[in-house]
């Protein structure tokens, strides 16, 4: 665990060093909130139960799982870097657990995954999103956005792990990101959604990610959520599953790449 | 019993073997013996397997067939052991040119658990001895190539390691840096009881710094001993024929005298090692005469570890 920490702060210390990546990490998720938002909140607004600004309140969380997802994507490649580069050989020489060599960079991903978060919410909070207070839902959401983090960061370093080519790595992964993001209810209600699509967005943890952090941060979220008909406790359990899923996918094309 | 003798040998592999692939056959089975407090070359033409040997030893690639120990640890079994008793400076470099220099070091450090107060003492004392005081805290990607070499040699020493491993350490090194990384290298070996293996392209180098020298080629290890003993093997003295013409007539007849020792024939050159070169230099052109072979240039010299090296990879020692 030392070692994952250690690995962590290198990771860290490097971000913070690097002004480009902060200030990107920093701006990207307030121009979805406001320019999406704000956009798509006034094409959909009439339409939507709450009004025009309810649509900020209900895609907020979408926005939460869709920066968790970037980060995880930007987790791989620094991974797939440092393959690259032979940094790695660093850490295979180093008397540490192999698994820490993942975690390390997992948890730098969930470490900053969770401040983009925050910015999120403070930033949905400002322009006007229907969102709680309560320090607990704040806390229940970071845990549930935390584990969906790892979990996509999982499928980041698996795809980092089995490529050499860090153009295969985006291009996969952007395939696999498109779908997770619009076949869920990230962006539009599942009542309104055909069924073929229904039926993806129930098998997408980022539909459960969302309805979770609906429950969570939105004022009177348990009934918005509800219409979903998936309960808070699946919502916990899918992402936690989808977590450890994740990380033994990683830790096996890991190994993989290593012979 | 086992345990305790091996105790006393750096590195020990028997039979080790590395496929890649089905076809391409990097390590051919390689036995070594290295006692401990012995600085040992690797010696070999590009390709030849030094850095596949030097991953497996270091437990970067499991062997396909074999079994190897460092340190008295089984690099298979007691991986986190050889790990934790090993110091390695790659070939390729593998610095993170977002760090500073002296950030590359403390985090190298804390990998192995080192403590506050032995990180701050050893990096001064490393970035002293490869004069980077002044680089230390600028990020790695501003350092020149020999900057880079030398922050990267000294990571490998952070950790004052029982076994050294040095992959073409000085490749790109100016000679003063060159001499001063050898003597410390000598230096830990004789103060602090330290063994190294060491690949290398400069043969004076090999000659000064090691012990004991293997050559290697096609993933086998073709001979091996002190540099002295490898040297005395080629004769008093080496002549050096480059000609063209009949040469393998020529080689034939060379072989049949009783006066030469050695003859070895690559890259448009004949090497003869003989009691004397002086006595033995007329016979030799007379039988070049004999058999058509056109003499251009001929030498007599001493011989050294790079005729040692052309004799059995039948390449000059840097091609
Ligand atoms: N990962 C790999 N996959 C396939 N073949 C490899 C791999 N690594 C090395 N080889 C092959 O194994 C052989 C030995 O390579 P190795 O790097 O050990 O040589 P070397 O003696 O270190 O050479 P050099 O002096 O050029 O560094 C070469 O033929 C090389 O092409
Ligand atoms: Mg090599």
Redesign the pocket.
């Given at each position: 665990m030392s070692a994952a920490i250690t690995l962590w702060n290198k990771h860290m210390v490097k971000s913070l060093r690097n002004s480009m990546e902060m200030s990107s990490m920093l701006i990207q998720p307030v121009l979805w909130v406001v320019l999406f938002g704000v956009g798509m909140g006034s094409l959909l607004g009439p339409n939507m139960p709450g009004g025009q600004d309810f649509y900020i309140t209900f895609m907020l969380p979408g926005i939460i799982a869709l920066t968790a997802s970037g980060g995880a994507i930007g987790g791989g490649s620094t991974w797939l870097n440092e393959r690259l580069q032979g940094i790695v050989k660093e850490y295979l020489a180093a008397p540490i657990p192999r698994l820490s060599i993942l975690m390390g960079n997992a948890l730098s991903t969930v470490s900053k995954g969770l401040v983009q978060s925050l910015v999120i919410l403070i930033v949905g909070l400002i322009v006007g999103a229907n969102m709680t207070t309560n320090p607990l839902g704040w806390l229940g959401a970071l845990l549930l956005v935390s584990a969906f983090t790892l979990g996509f960061a999982g499928i980041a370093l698996a795809m980092a792990s089995s490529t050499d080519n860090t153009g295969a790595y985006h291009a996969m992964i952007m395939l696999l990101n498109l779908p997770l993001l619009f076949l869920s209810n990230a962006l539009y209600p599942l009542e309104t959604m055909p069924t073929w699509m229904r039926i993806g967005a129930l098998i997408n943890p980022t539909t459960y990610v969302v309805t979770g952090l609906r429950y969570l941060l939105i004022v009177n979220g348990t009934e918005l959520a509800r219409v979903e008909a998936i309960p808070l406790w699946l919502c916990f359990l899918v992402i936690a599953i989808f977590a450890i899923l994740g990380m033994w996918l990683a830790s096996r094309r890991f190994k993989k790449s290593l012979n | 019993m086992v345990e305790s003798s091996n105790k006393r040998l750096a590195i020990k592999a028997e039979g080790l073997v590395k496929r890649?692939?089905e076809n391409?056959l990097?390590v051919n089975g390689i036995d070594l013996t290295i006692e401990a407090n012995t600085i040992f070359a690797l010696l070999?033409?590009?390709?030849?397997?030094?850095?596949?040997?030097i991953n497996m030893l270091t437990t970067l690639l499991a062997p396909t067939e074999g079994s190897a120990s460092v340190a008295g640890f089984d690099v298979i079994k007691q991986a986190n052991e050889v790990r934790n008793a090993i110091g390695v400076t790659f070939?390729e470099t593998t610095l993170d040119d977002e760090l500073t220099g002296r950030q590359a070091l403390d985090f190298h450090a804390r990998l192995y658990g080192m403590s506050k107060d032995q990180r701050t003492a050893k990096i001064r004392e490393l970035l002293a001895l490869v004069e980077l005081e002044e680089a230390a805290d600028r990020t790695i990607s501003t350092y020149s190539g020999g900057m880079k070499r030398r922050l990267e040699l000294i990571r490998g020493l952070m950790t004052d390691p029982e076994v050294l491993f040095l992959d073409?350490p000085t490749l790109g090194l100016d000679p003063q840096s060159r001499a001063r990384i050898g003597d410390y290298i000598v230096e830990l070996k004789e103060k602090h009881g330290m063994s190294v293996l060491l690949?290398t392209h400069y043969m004076d180098e090999a000659e000064k710094l090691s012990d004991r020298v293997a050559i290697i080629d096609h993933g086998k290890i073709l001979t091996e001993g002190t540099p002295s003993e490898l040297v005395e093997q080629m004769g008093a003295d080496v002549i050096t024929i480059i000609g063209h013409g009949n040469r393998e007539e020529f080689v034939s007849k060379i072989n049949d005298l009783p006066c030469c020792e050695t003859v070895t024939s690559g890259n448009g050159l004949v090497q003869i090692g003989v009691d004397s070169g002086s006595k033995h230099l007329v016979e030799v052109i007379s039988q070049a005469n004999q058999s058509d072979f056109v003499v251009d240039d001929i030498s007599v010299a001493k011989p050294s570890l790079g005729d040692v090296f052309l004799k059995f990879t039948g390449r000059q020692f840097r091609d």
């Open positions: - | 890649f692939d391409i990097a070999g033409p590009n390709g030849a397997g030094k850095t596949t040997t070939q073409e690949t």
